[in-house]
């Protein structure tokens, strides 16, 4: 009678398992359509230059739009940064000497995203991390 139950017990996690697994595999599929999807700035801006032409008659260019939100972004964050540090200094956690340096090392750093891969993009990020990492 045990065994039955210890067969039982086998048999249903092994089921679940393989449900799991090949739901996992099917959510990770990728569908081929390689196009990115609009960014939600993106759709924000859109629709602002419609209503912008619709009410006004003039044509708003989205890109200069972009660009000036993108400056605006950085203005805001090296603002937040330079906050952060003065608060650190206050504080007594770091020296001005040391804030400094941080700051002049994050002002001359690349612009490039910093991040392994982590970010999902859109795809599905199942037990194991990434599914690019599968592939």
Not at 14 to 33: E, K, M, R
Not at 96 to 122: C, N, R, V, Y
Request: charged share 25%.
């Amino acid at each position: 009678m045990w065994r039955s139950k210890k067969f039982i017990i086998a048999a249903v996690l092994a089921v679940t398992l393989l449900a799991g697994s090949i739901g996992g595999v099917v959510l990770a599929a990728d569908n081929g359509d390689e196009s990115e999807p609009a960014t939600r700035l993106e759709i924000i801006l859109d629709k602002v230059a419609a209503h912008y032409l619709e009410l006004t008659g003039e044509e708003l260019d989205t890109e200069a739009l972009k660009s000036a939100f993108q400056q605006a972004r950085d203005e805001i964050r090296a603002e937040a940064l330079h906050n952060y540090l003065d608060k650190l200094v206050e504080d007594g956690v770091i020296t001005q000497e040391e804030a400094d340096e941080w700051s002049s090392w994050w002002a001359s750093k690349p612009d490039t995203p910093i991040g392994f891969g982590l970010k999902s993009h859109g795809k599905f990020i199942g037990f194991c991390g990434p599914c690019f990492l599968i592939r």
